[in-house]
């Protein structure tokens, strides 16, 4: 192993691996070395060119965080995320579509009963959200878990907006549980587009490529239960000038609602509202877990 150029370099780092017991990792990492030769030798990647990507992988490492992930960011920006997850969730037609997770999920969101208001104090215009969760034989999934999480009118997450001593209030998030018959309903606030955080290294690279950083407006959706696939999704706003460049290709057709604006009266839940609201309608329907397969 010695003497090695351009050529003969690949097939002696991949020779190396044979060592390695575990056969996913192995096949991994052969296939990144080939594709990673394979792109140097097709740019003809030059030492600068390579001192400055890795000088930007450091800055993407630099401001990463428990509270910021610009490595998500990053697989986001280049489609990755959407790739992983299109590949990962193949299901039959009449499956609501799963979509990129996001970074902005939080594990411990507070507990919410049907009707409750989830925006705990974030500002936006009310809006009413329902719709029923079911099978895709048409049957109610009955307790599901429903969490959802979303960006308040000025475009932050909670998580991004943290009190004067670090600690953060969780709003416009939060999980409910889905009725007997399948249904669910919440308060929040009207989704608007917002800009992905574009203030590091990930936002300098979008700049220099002439890409925006904007996000249609949406609402996040994980749908929990037993026997059923995990759904991660989101419902985007019908309408929204941002649903075909979202900088995330996140977008999918079947996921697009209408949300629907009303004057000042009644709520669907009965309350007064007095200010324009809006209704959001949205049914999911999750495929069922495939058999575990007995040990
Ligand atoms: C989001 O929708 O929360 C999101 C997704 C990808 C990157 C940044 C934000
Ligand atoms: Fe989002």
């Known amino acids: 192993m010695r003497n090695l150029n351009e050529v003969t370099i690949t097939q002696a780092v991949t020779a190396s691996l044979a060592g390695c017991e575990d056969a996913r990792l192995r096949g991994v990492v052969m296939k990144l070395v080939e594709h990673l030769h394979a792109f140097a030798r097709e740019t003809k990647l030059t030492e600068a060119e ?16 428990d509270k910021r992930q610009e490595f998500i960011l990053l697989s986001d920006v280049l489609g990755l995320s959407t790739l992983v997850v299109a590949q990962s969730h193949a299901k039959p037609e ?23 208001d989830i925006a705990n104090g974030a500002r936006g ?13 048409g049957e109610p999934v009955a307790h599901a878990s429903i969490e959802v999480w ?18 953060v209030t969780h709003r416009a998030r939060g999980r409910l549980h889905t009725d007997a018959d399948g249904r669910f309903a919440f308060r929040s606030i009207l989704a608007e587009p917002y800009p992905i955080p574009h203030d590091g290294p990930v936002g300098k690279l979008l700049e220099a490529l002439g890409r925006h950083p904007w996000r ?3 609402l996040h959706f994980m749908i929990e239960a037993p026997g059923f696939e995990t759904l991660i999704t989101h419902v985007f706003r019908d309408g929204d000038r941002y649903l075909d460049s979202d900088v995330v290709f996140g977008v999918r057709s079947t996921l697009v609602a209408q949300w629907v604006r009303h004057e000042p009266g009644t709520a669907p839940d009965g309350s007064p509202v007095d200010v324009p ?10 495929n069922r877990a495939a058999a575990a397969v007995p040990a």
């Open 216 to 218: 249609p407006a949406h």
């Open 277 to 286: 609201f809006y209704t959001l309608d949205y049914d999911f329907v999750l």
């Open 125 to 137: 215009e009310p809006c009413f959200v329902g719709g029923q969760v079911r099978s895709l034989d």
């Open 150 to 167: 979303q960006a308040d009118e000025e475009g932050h997450y909670d998580v991004q907006v943290p009190e004067a001593d670090g600690t």
């Open 50 to 65: 390579w001192a400055k990507a890795i000088a930007f992988l450091t800055a993407v490492g630099h401001i990463t965080d």
């Open 94 to 116: 009449g499956c609501t579509e799963a979509t990129v997770f996001g970074p902005f999920y939080v594990a411990d969101s507070p507990q919410y009963a049907q009707f409750d």
